[in-house]
């Protein structure tokens, strides 16, 4: 079992920036791969970022240049660097931890509004 909790959301004006953060406890030896989706209302979820343990990362279209994802393997723990917000990245953002065995763990997710 893997356990993941973020941080880092809230309510920032268009312009800024925000830093996700995502620790996972747990069987975290057993993660391959850490990332953050998406899911803003009335739309499907999507993939905003994903890093390998050996920091093989892609990046969904609409963040591409603007957001980073970074790892510490030691702390197991995944960031997520949201620059240039706009409204348009209002959502709930939660993180997954994805096993070598082919399990997908969730977190609860954290609130990103982007607003004046």
């Known amino acids: 079992q893997v356990q993941l909790v973020e941080s880092g959301g809230g309510l920032v004006q268009p312009g800024g920036s925000l830093r996700l953060s995502c620790a996972a406890s747990?069987?975290?030896?057993?993660?391959?791969?850490m990332g953050w989706y998406r899911q803003a209302p009335g739309k499907e979820r999507e993939l905003v970022a994903a890093?390998?343990?050996?920091?093989?990362?892609n990046y969904g279209d609409s963040v591409k240049g603007r957001f980073t994802i970074s790892r510490d393997n030691a702390k197991n723990t995944v960031y997520l660097q949201m620059n240039s917000l706009g409204p348009e990245d209002t959502a709930v953002y939660s993180c997954?931890?994805?096993?070598?065995?082919?399990?997908?763990?969730w977190g609860k997710g954290t609130l990103v509004t982007v607003s004046l």
């Open positions: 997954i931890a994805a096993t070598y065995g082919g399990m997908d763990y």
């Open positions: 747990g069987s975290s030896f057993s993660i391959s791969r």
């Open positions: 890093i390998t343990r050996l920091r093989s990362i």
